[in-house]
């Protein structure tokens, strides 16, 4: 069945994928354990001095997960080393530290997920320099012009698949046509209307027009555009100023333009994106999705669908589905707007994403947290676990989870 992954609906390719992952990091896990014991072993025939020196060699080789060493205030330059460090234990499960001060414990989970959130807030923030976002098409873009190295566009991808291995959701707001190239599959005129909507339409326009494409567009083989605040002139063929666009030679206009704007002119960044991201990721499991699967793989479902959510929750210390606060509570929850319902479900999961099999697969756990008392509720992100009160009124539980929810921001306990 796997060798015809169109009789899967997206949900069990999901199921499937996980698999993978799980078994691979099964056998990383394994082949760690089994190399601590034998250096252990070998470790008591080495003098103190020889076993000084290999401590740090061997440290990542004998750790049974990727840990990732991370100041808080270095953390794209730290993550980067990291990655080049531990580049051959990335199908490890993943584990966050935070060291140089700050939080300590381990990370059950809530780490991880703010970990993802806060690296992908910093490096598609267009003031970045390595994407910018297209206020036309709302998506984030590859910043060809970037002066950021090959090695950071290489992190992005590396986190993309690390993301996608541990299961965890992002916000990213890329266009279909990264999905699609990641995948090897060939890009059409869509595409660019797709990154570039006026552009793009206006060119569908000049393949369609019946009458004489040069006198009505005025267009040669030379095109120009904004790039990190300068205007980039780029002929399209030898000559191309020199060169009108006919009846003749348009579709090979066209076609020229998509090529570049899609491929040409980011494919330095894009090739180590690629290689970043297959580093994780390539493998037999993620050739059962398309572009369009992989893209909800990554980003979740748009879906808000908070009824399946509350069908799906558990309860514990003296909650049930018919305990008046727990009534109250999602009766609350049904009339917020679409962003406060997010950042609830940020406030208790610690990610505002939606999985790909929906709402229904997110188990949360809503827990009594003592009588009626002025203290907020709380959640442990790490559990998908929201603690609260049991309020005397539905007035003042509405207000105490709007200011929960505004103000709360992190990971662990909330």
């Not at 008591?44 to 061997?58: E, F, G, Q, R, V």
């Not at 009458?211 to 205007?231: A, L």
């Not at 609830?344 to 947290?369: A, E, M």
């Not at 959640?379 to 929810?405: D, H």
Request: aromatic share 8%.
């Amino acid at each position: 069945m796997l060798q015809h992954p169109f009789l899967l609906d997206p949900a069990s390719k999901v199921h499937v994928l996980h698999l993978d992952a799980v078994v691979q990091m099964r056998e990383e896990y394994q082949r760690a354990i089994l190399h601590q014991a034998r250096v252990n072993q070998a470790m008591t025939y080495l003098s103190p001095n020889h076993t000084a020196a290999m401590k740090d060699s061997i440290k990542a080789a004998m750790c049974p997960f990727l840990v990732l060493e991370i100041r808080r205030d270095m953390l794209i330059p730290d993550t980067l080393q990291q990655i080049r460090l531990k580049h051959n234990d990335l199908k490890k499960p993943l584990k966050i530290k935070y060291v140089g001060g700050g939080e300590q414990g381990l990370d059950m989970g809530g780490l991880q997920k703010e970990f993802f959130q806060l690296i992908a807030e910093s490096v598609f923030d267009p003031s970045y320099g390595m994407f910018t976002y297209s206020e036309e098409s709302r998506n984030l873009l590859i910043n060809g012009g970037s002066l950021e190295s090959d090695d950071e566009f290489e992190l992005v991808g590396t986190l993309l698949g690390l993301a996608i291995y541990n299961g965890v959701i992002l916000n990213v707001q890329f266009p279909i046509s990264i999905y699609k190239k990641l995948h090897g599959e060939p890009l059409d005129m869509m595409d660019l209307i797709d990154v570039m909507p006026s552009i793009g339409k206006g060119l569908q326009d000049m393949l369609e027009h019946e009458g004489d494409v040069e006198d009505t567009f005025c267009q040669t083989f030379q095109i120009s555009y904004m790039s990190m605040g300068e205007m980039v002139t780029v002929d399209l063929i030898p000559n191309g100023a020199q060169t009108p666009v006919t009846n003749q030679n348009r579709e090979e206009f066209v076609n020229l333009y998509k090529d570049h704007v899609l491929e040409k002119s980011v494919e330095k960044q894009f090739n180590a994106f690629a290689r970043g991201f297959h580093m994780v990721c390539g493998g037999s499991a993620l050739e059962l999705f398309d572009a369009a699967e992989t893209e909800l793989l990554i980003c979740g479902s748009p879906e808000l669908d908070f009824y399946a959510l509350e069908r799906s929750a558990t309860y514990e210390d003296g909650y049930n589905r018919r305990h008046h606060t727990i009534k109250a509570f999602w009766s609350i929850v049904h009339s917020l707007d679409n962003e406060e319902k997010k950042k609830l479900l940020h406030f208790i999961t610690g990610s505002d994403r939606i999985p790909l099999k929906g709402l229904s697969s997110l188990p949360i756990v809503i827990q009594r947290n003592g009588p009626d008392s002025n203290r907020l509720p709380t959640a442990m992100t790490c559990f998908n676990r929201l603690l609260l009160p049991s309020y005397a009124t539905p007035e003042k539980l509405r207000e105490r989870v709007l200011v929960a929810i505004q103000y709360g921001k992190g990971f662990g306990l909330t």
